[in-house]
């Protein structure tokens, strides 16, 4: 059923007692729940009622009316009274919360911050008690059930600690009318503040803290400025509220200058008497001394990061009954503190649809902000892109999200976006009863920077240029500048990274990689000069280039696994090498040109990823050095090749080997196999295979093995696109065999799957297993041409064996990701192919789609015209009647 927007009535049920009573008797609860869902269930649904969720014992349901929701809940309530539960699990009394507000949807989800105030309005009730919000109150207190009145309970602050709200409880024929006190806040110690904002994106968190500080004396929440910290302490400590008899008290450390001022700002908010002969310190701990379940909270330790560890070491050793919740950029470094690292809100994955997008925490938070802002603000299909850009570029940073969601009031998110380059002049309108350094983004990282060392501040300027991730040695070559030494910025490094400066994250082989977020890169360049910039993106760009040099070699040797996801994790370094030594206005620097030509074969296996490189190297190729100009030219050939532009491919190939630097018989070689697989992509099959066969009889004069092997492999290929297998099978063959003996993967893939569509019409199974080989080789990182067309090729070969389903699946695989690498080239065939399939199975209507999206997505300079159709598409006809027929 469609979940209902606007005014709504939300509905969240929960059994009391119900813990205990799984541990004892999990079977008859396992029953006992099966009944209690029946009957809310029902009584929700017959009255127009959605449930939209369950957790645990309790569930989630929404109304388009409030009169109907105050008679499911009378009604269930009622059924539950009414049910027999037997001795053994004993009444089941559920507690329930109404709550109406507008329900606004991300999607297919509502966003969370009604759904949170309605639960813990139904939190502070007790089994068999029903509790109405005042705004439901209004809506129906003139049209109760027969015999029901609302009796006011006055006004109460929930856990969420907002403002108090007034709550009303349900009394009638068959409920309860007795019940102790709410537990809100009002009934427990301490000086948790309102909050005036609700508290959104954090579920997943939550319970993490709650297990933290349930194991640990000392939690530390840590993060970078902006990121939440204090929000979340706050709410944890509402929510563990019961577990404190001696109740929670925040202390705000951010106007403290010093360590004795910090003492007395803790002092003043526990309300603790100086004590003769003691310091202020010492006085507090003394008056912790008889608490026996206390919770303190200590808020923005990071510029006293020292003097709280004190402290709160001294309250951990003599105060037994009191537990500490801290929030620091940084660990206080006292024994026994559990860390818990706070990271930005969630983001919505690029080009996700309405649904997704909702979903995020980042947006979730956008939406409700803009909402506040701008009232008819709704996230809707033409405003999601803009709302999802602003929250990845903001890094799903709460403050900045905030900042940006003000603007909301005057500008649209698309506009927002498009100023976020100029995020600090953007992001300036913060609330006005915020501090004065969460006014603005700038003077959030302002307070961050301050805190920093000179060296350490050096670091993080440096480390500004590296637009993505990076590891340590790249870090000291690049960052090392103005007398820094290797060790310097290490140690800086691991410092920025203890501050919540900089991420650390997992990369490819156990190593450690390290990330600046956008808003921190931002901050960082803004505080170098422009010569001094350049400077540093010099040697970034140098850097690179050197790395390329050292990897291009490995990726035709066996080390070609091991090196394919390094050069995959400094994609966007090598992008900013490229682009900043190729920069309009300025002489080109040898670094671009010299990290085309160093991963000229990497275009053989991630071919997308460099050809943007390599063309913006063509466009300047007068300003290469003259011995790369053949290599960069190759390395365009292949980009052009695999994205479906074969005129393009055929110019470069050619130029690349009429240059008069052509003569490494490697570069060569491999160009020829490009202009190979042209003639047979383009109706001159028997050409292309003569062309491999040249050149790979001139390799294997000059020993080169692996490229024999390649060339064989695209000997077959031209003769597999003639239909003439019986020519294709001995070079196939015999590509496998030397694949096999000098154990390149990317060769490899490309043989086995090379093999199989020689065999496959006399041996489909022997077929299917070379396709597993290379699809195995392929997804570890091999070749992603390669994995686009064994995909292609499984599809095809299954259907062969009567494996309908595997083979739309595997076809429908290939697409995906034909379509995510930008091979248009391998799309297109695979679209007619697979249209052709369910066309012979007799599904007519995906057929036509499939003819349609191949119509758009076919590259028209591929359509060289023989005998009045197109080769490719005959080809990918013919093949796909066969192995449907």
């Given at each position: 059923m469609?979940?209902?927007h606007g005014?709504?009535t939300f509905?969240f049920t929960d059994l009391e007692g119900?813990?205990?009573r799984?541990e004892?008797?999990p079977?008859?609860m ?8 029946v009957i809310v269930?029902g ?9 939209f ?6 569930m989630a349901?929404?109304f388009a ?7 499911a809940?009378?009604?269930?309530q ?14 089941l009394?559920a507690?329930?919360g109404l709550?109406?507000d507008?329900?606004?949807?991300g999607g297919?989800?509502y966003?969370?911050q ?7 309005l139904?939190a502070?009730?007790?089994?068999g ?6 705004a439901?109150?209004q809506?129906?207190?003139d049209d109760?059930?027969?015999?029901c009145?609302l009796?006011?309970?006055g006004?109460?602050?929930?856990r ?6 007034r709550?009303?409880?349900l ?9 102790p006190?709410l537990r809100?806040?009002?009934g427990f110690?301490g000086?948790l503040?309102?909050?005036?904002s ?8 939550m ?12 939690v530390?929440v840590t ?12 709410q944890a400590?509402?929510d563990?509220?019961?577990?404190f008899s ?6 705000e450390l951010?106007?403290a200058a010093d360590?004795?001022?910090m003492a ?7 309300r603790?008497?100086?004590?003769p002969g003691?310091s202020v310190a ?5 008056f912790?001394?008889?608490?026996t379940?206390l919770?303190l909270?200590?808020d923005?330790?990071?510029h006293?990061?020292?003097?709280a560890?004190?402290?709160a ?11 500490i919740?801290a929030?620091s950029?940084q660990?206080l470094g006292?024994?026994?503190e559990?860390?818990?690292g706070l990271?930005?809100l ?9 649904a997704a ?9 956008f939406a ?8 008819d603000f709704t996230?809707?299909?033409a405003n999601?892109a803009a709302?999802?850009?602003?929250c ?9 999200i905030e900042?940006a ?9 698309a506009?927002?976006a498009?100023?976020l380059d ?5 992001l300036?309108?913060g609330?006005a009863?915020?501090?004065a350094r969460?006014?603005t983004?700038q003077?959030t990282l ?12 050096r ?5 500004g ?10 870090a ?7 007398g820094l ?7 800086g ?12 994250e997992?990369g490819?082989?156990?190593t ?7 808003t921190?890169?931002?901050y960082a360049r803004?505080?170098?000069a422009?010569?001094?910039l ?28 091991e090196?394919?996801?390094r ?7 090598l992008?900013?090498a ?6 309009e206005?300025?002489q080109?620097r040898p ?7 160093a991963l000229?074969?990497?275009a053989?296996t991630?071919p997308?990823i460099?050809?943007g490189?390599a063309?913006a190297c ?8 003259p011995?790369?100009r ?9 980009g052009?090749?695999?994205a479906?532009d074969l ?5 470069r ?9 052509a003569?490494d ?5 491999v160009i020829?196999g ?6 047979a ?5 028997e050409?292309?295979?003569?062309i ?9 004069e000059?020993?080169i093995e692996?490229?024999?092997?390649m060339?064989l492999t695209t ?9 003439d297998?019986?020519?294709?099978r ?6 496998v065999?030397i694949a ?7 060769l ?5 799957c090379?093999?199989?569509a ?5 041996d ?5 297993a ?6 195995a ?5 091999a070749s992603d041409?390669?994995?686009?067309n064994?995909l292609?090729w ?5 259907a ?9 699946a595997?076809?429908q695989?290939a ?10 080239l ?6 007619r ?7 012979r199975?007799?599904?007519?209507e ?10 758009a ?10 005998k009045?159709e197109r080769?490719e598409?005959r080809?990918?006809?013919s ?5 449907a027929?």
């Amino acid at each position: 059923m469609e979940l209902p927007h606007g005014t709504v009535t939300f509905l969240f049920t929960d059994l009391e007692g119900s813990t205990r009573r799984w541990e004892a008797h999990p079977a008859e609860m396992k029953d006992a729940l099966a009944r209690h869902d029946v009957i809310v269930r029902g009584a929700v649904e017959s009255h127009g009622g959605v449930v939209f969720s369950t957790m645990g014992d309790g569930m989630a349901a929404v109304f388009a009316s409030a009169r109907e929701a105050v008679r499911a809940v009378l009604a269930a309530q009622q059924g539950l009274g009414a049910e027999q539960w037997g001795e053994v699990t004993g009444p089941l009394a559920a507690r329930m919360g109404l709550l109406t507000d507008e329900g606004v949807l991300g999607g297919e989800h509502y966003l969370n911050q009604p759904l949170n105030r309605c639960a813990r309005l139904m939190a502070a009730g007790h089994g068999g008690q029903v509790l109405v919000s005042g705004a439901t109150e209004q809506l129906v207190r003139d049209d109760l059930p027969g015999g029901c009145a609302l009796v006011e309970l006055g006004e109460h602050r929930l856990r969420d600690l907002a403002r108090p709200v007034r709550i009303f409880q349900l009394a009638g024929p068959g409920l309860r009318g007795q019940f102790p006190p709410l537990r809100t806040l009002e009934g427990f110690a301490g000086n948790l503040p309102v909050q005036l904002s609700s508290f959104v994106g954090r579920d997943r968190e939550m319970p993490g803290l709650a297990a933290a500080m349930a194991g640990s004396a000392l939690v530390t929440v840590t993060g970078p400025g902006g990121v939440g910290k204090t929000r979340l302490a706050l709410q944890a400590a509402a929510d563990q509220l019961p577990s404190f008899s001696d109740g929670a008290w925040l202390c705000e450390l951010a106007p403290a200058a010093d360590q004795e001022t910090m003492a007395q700002a803790v002092a003043a908010a526990l309300r603790a008497r100086p004590r003769p002969g003691l310091s202020v310190a010492g006085s507090v701990v003394e008056f912790l001394r008889t608490r026996t379940a206390l919770l303190l909270v200590l808020d923005n330790c990071e510029h006293l990061a020292a003097a709280a560890a004190s402290l709160a070491a001294d309250i951990l050793r003599g105060c037994p009954g009191v537990r500490i919740l801290a929030t620091s950029q940084q660990p206080l470094g006292v024994g026994g503190e559990q860390v818990f690292g706070l990271r930005p809100l969630s983001l919505p994955p690029p080009g996700a649809g309405l649904a997704a997008v909702g979903a995020s925490g980042a947006v979730s938070l956008f939406a409700q902000r803009a909402a506040a802002a701008r009232s008819d603000f709704t996230l809707t299909p033409a405003n999601v892109a803009a709302v999802g850009e602003i929250c990845r570029r903001l890094d799903g940073i709460p403050l900045a999200i905030e900042l940006a969601a003000a603007r909301v009031a005057a500008m649209r998110p698309a506009e927002i976006a498009a100023l976020l380059d100029e995020r600090f002049r953007l992001l300036t309108r913060g609330r006005a009863d915020a501090s004065a350094r969460q006014q603005t983004l700038q003077a959030t990282l302002e307070w961050s920077y301050a805190l920093l060392g000179p060296a350490e501040r050096r670091v993080f300027d440096g480390l500004g240029v590296f637009p993505g991730s990076f590891d340590a040695e790249a870090a000291a070559a690049v960052a090392g500048t103005g007398g820094l030494q290797r060790w310097d910025v290490l140690d800086g490094l691991t410092s920025l990274v203890g501050k919540s400066l900089v991420a650390v994250e997992e990369g490819p082989g156990q190593t450690s990689r390290y990330r600046l977020l956008e808003t921190m890169r931002a901050y960082a360049r803004q505080q170098l000069a422009a010569a001094e910039l350049g400077r540093l993106l010099d040697r970034h760009a140098e850097y690179y280039a050197a790395f390329a040099e050292r990897a291009g070699p490995e990726l035709v040797g066996p080390s070609q696994l091991e090196w394919q996801p390094r050069i995959r994790a400094e994609r966007d370094n090598l992008q900013a090498a490229v682009t900043w030594a190729l920069a309009e206005g300025s002489q080109p620097r040898p670094a671009a040109f010299r990290i085309v030509t160093a991963l000229a074969f990497f275009a053989a296996t991630s071919p997308t990823i460099i050809r943007g490189w390599a063309e913006a190297c063509v466009a300047r190729i007068g300003e290469c050095p003259p011995e790369l100009r053949a290599t960069v030219l190759g390395a365009a050939a292949y980009g052009a090749f695999w994205a479906g532009d074969l005129p393009l491919a055929q110019r470069r190939a050619e130029d690349a080997l009429q240059d008069p630097g052509a003569s490494d018989p490697l570069l060569t070689g491999v160009i020829r196999g490009v202009l190979a697989q042209i003639c047979a992509l383009t109706g001159q099959p028997e050409r292309g295979a003569g062309i491999a066969r040249q050149a790979r009889q001139q390799a294997a004069e000059q020993g080169i093995e692996s490229l024999v092997g390649m060339l064989l492999t695209t000997e077959a290929v031209a003769w597999t696109a003639a239909g003439d297998y019986a020519a294709a099978r001995p070079p196939a063959i015999e590509a496998v065999e030397i694949a096999r003996r000098i154990q390149n993967p990317a060769l490899s893939a490309f043989a086995f799957c090379t093999a199989a569509a020689a065999i496959w019409p006399g041996d489909p199974q022997a077929a299917l297993a070379l396709i597993e080989d290379a699809l195995a080789l392929a997804r570890a990182g091999a070749s992603d041409p390669v994995l686009d067309n064994a995909l292609t090729w499984a599809g095809l070969i299954r259907a062969r064996t009567g494996d309908l389903p595997g083979a739309l699946a595997a076809l429908q695989e290939a697409m995906a990701q034909q379509y995510a690498d930008g091979n248009r080239l391998s799309l297109g065939i695979t679209l007619r192919i697979a249209a052709v399939i369910f066309a012979r199975l007799g599904e007519a209507e995906p057929a036509a789609v499939l003819s349609g999206a191949f119509s758009a997505h076919f590259p028209p300079s591929i359509s060289a015209v023989h005998k009045g159709e197109r080769m490719e598409i005959r080809q990918a006809q013919s093949i796909a009647r066969h192995a449907a027929g």
